[in-house]
């Protein structure tokens, strides 16, 4: 009988112990449950989205590398490299690669210098401060075609600019169809883009943390130190991404000139957007292909490159 109490009261503590393993057991499963009924919703979400860009995006460069390794679309014929040896030697292509960095090299980095210039002045409380934030922020509800109106009327032959370039006693200046046109085109880029630009650096700006900017102060720090060592390294990730749309807008800049100057314009407007619109009128996609695929590249290079310098100046005031 001693021994029977015995083994039941060792039987005891164990069927305890497995009673409470059940409900835990049974806790795990619905949990595991419940997170794969929150990833089928949340994939139920995502699937739209993920369609569409699989459909418009990923669907159609894939269709561009296999027309840049063919000979036409129709025969199809395998050529590998050769669509991409014809256009490094093409005359037109390389102009118009020259023009399009070089007009990326003159107005992307003065897009961000000036607009950062301006969200600095336009934070300290000036008079006609809103006037003047309107004045840069008014193309973004204005059309294209009424810029370019507004354009044409400044800088045609018989514009304004050349009336009083006359009544000043100098001659007048064919803009467009001159080395000039370069100059117009870009500040043409800058009244468009310098006002979305100094909103970003305005709101970047007042987002630094105040008590790091009164610390300096009680330090002595100088306006160009504060700025310099303290604000540019807080605004390193809106300088990124500000440099970035500015670089894409400045391959955007093709509707303006296309509507200025028509397929052909002056040699130092000539951009690859021009070139690309030629040839796909003339349905030259293996040409349109490689030029798109090699455009891409250098573009997923200079992105690289920004990333990598924001990740290694700005990683310490990040959080």
Do not use: C
């Amino acid at each position: 009988m001693g021994k029977k109490i015995k083994e039941k009261r060792r039987e005891a503590p164990g069927g305890k112990a497995s009673g409470r393993k059940a409900p835990a057991a049974k806790n795990h499963i619905r949990t595991t449950r419940r997170a794969r009924k929150v990833k089928l919703i949340s994939g139920a979400y995502i699937a739209p989205s993920f369609l569409g860009v699989l459909l418009f995006f990923i669907l159609p460069f894939l269709v561009v590398i296999f027309y840049s390794l063919v000979d036409n679309p129709i025969s199809a014929r395998f050529v590998f490299l050769d669509n991409f040896k014809n256009i490094m030697g093409n005359t037109s292509f390389r102009t118009a690669v020259r023009n399009t960095f070089t007009f990326a090299a003159i107005a992307v980095p003065l897009a961000v210098i000036l607009s950062l210039l301006l969200a600095i002045v336009l934070e300290a409380k000036l008079p006609f401060r809103s006037q003047f934030r309107t004045f840069f922020l008014s193309p973004m509800m204005v059309p294209v075609a009424s810029i370019v109106l507004i354009w044409q009327v400044l800088f045609h032959y018989n514009g304004a600019v050349n009336e009083v370039l006359t009544g000043l006693g100098g001659s007048k200046i064919d803009w467009m169809k001159s080395d000039y046109a370069l100059v117009v085109v870009v500040i043409l880029f800058l009244w468009k883009n310098l006002g979305y630009n100094m909103i970003l650096f305005m709101a970047a700006l007042a987002s630094i943390p105040k008590d790091i900017l009164e610390v300096a102060k009680l330090e002595s720090a100088n306006p160009l130190q504060t700025f310099f060592y303290i604000k540019i390294r807080y605004l390193s990730s809106s300088l990124l991404f500000v440099t970035i749309m500015s670089l894409i807008n400045s391959f955007k800049i093709f509707r303006e000139v296309y509507l200025l100057t028509g397929d052909y314009p002056y040699d130092s407007i000539y951009t690859l957007q021009h070139f690309m619109n030629n040839k796909f009128r003339a349905l030259d996609y293996q040409t349109l292909s490689a030029a798109a695929i090699l455009m891409s590249i250098v573009m997923i290079v200079i992105i690289g490159i920004l990333f990598i310098a924001e990740d290694r100046f700005g990683k310490d005031v990040e959080g």
